[in-house]
């Protein structure tokens, strides 16, 4: 009985786990020459780049008919302190393509690429992340825009996956818990223009698992907030929280 707590909570996080987004897997050429841009550069260890790439979508990113690609590597010769994922802005200059700007960096990243308002010519970019160590998960999930080569955060929000912490299943396991605890936070994120202004809003669901020890069980909520693009970032909008 107490091992079907554990696979519970596993069970959870992997159904939650799924709500993810992804793009363009692309074709061997392209990611062959992605690939080439990191040959003789250091990574955040001052060690050579070995990479392979993940994903990569194309658009225009820092200014209308920009032709740029936003790619996500795994660096094999990285450390876990570091972060083995790299999401990067690849650009044109003087017709050859080059590493623009570092977007994100993280032990893992998706992302997908969407246009908030349609009248502005650009693409931002929405990014899922996270890292973490013996079990625990810290995650993160982000939108942003990018002004010629600067990384303009327009929202971000953090959770956690605890589900396989360390010591946690333990002390269910042994019904040594006496307070109720948060085992998981995540947020699922979409996008909609409600009123029709051209403008995509931010729809936040959060969602929390909890383990109440004294009825030996877990509780989900969830709470949706709804932010509004004033232009800069995502701003809070009281009359849509529910």
């Known amino acids: 009985m107490k091992t079907d707590f554990c696979i519970y909570i596993y069970i959870f996080g992997l159904f939650f786990s799924a709500t993810s987004f992804s793009v363009e897997k692309g074709d061997t050429i392209v990611k062959q020459k992605l690939a080439s841009l990191f040959f003789g550069k250091k990574n955040d260890d001052s060690t050579d780049y070995d990479i392979e790439i993940q994903s990569f979508a194309s658009g225009s990113f820092s200014q209308p008919n920009s032709n740029e690609i936003i790619v996500n590597i795994y660096d094999k010769n990285q450390c876990h302190a570091s972060g083995w994922a790299e999401l990067w802005l690849v650009g044109y200059e003087n017709q050859k393509l ?47 825009s990018i002004e010629l080569q600067n990384i303009n955060t327009l929202y971000s929000i953090d959770g956690f996956d605890g589900i396989n912490a360390y010591g946690i299943c333990t002390a269910i396991q042994n019904n040594t818990v006496t307070n109720s605890i948060e085992v998981e936070k995540r947020h699922n994120i979409f996008f909609r223009d409600i009123d029709n202004d051209g403008k995509k809003e931010l729809f936040d669901k959060k969602i929390i698992l909890r383990y109440i020890p004294y009825l030996r069980k877990y509780e989900k909520s969830n709470t949706t907030k709804i932010y509004k693009y004033d232009g800069k970032k995502y701003i809070l909008q009281p009359e849509y929280k529910r």
């Not at 010519?121 to 160590?133: C, L």
């Open 98 to 144: 080059v590493l623009k700007s570092k977007i994100e960096d993280a032990d893992w990243i998706e992302f997908y690429i969407f246009n908030i308002d349609k009248n502005d010519g650009k693409q931002e970019i929405f990014v899922h992340a996270g890292g973490g160590n013996q079990g625990s998960f810290g995650l993160i999930w982000s939108v942003y």
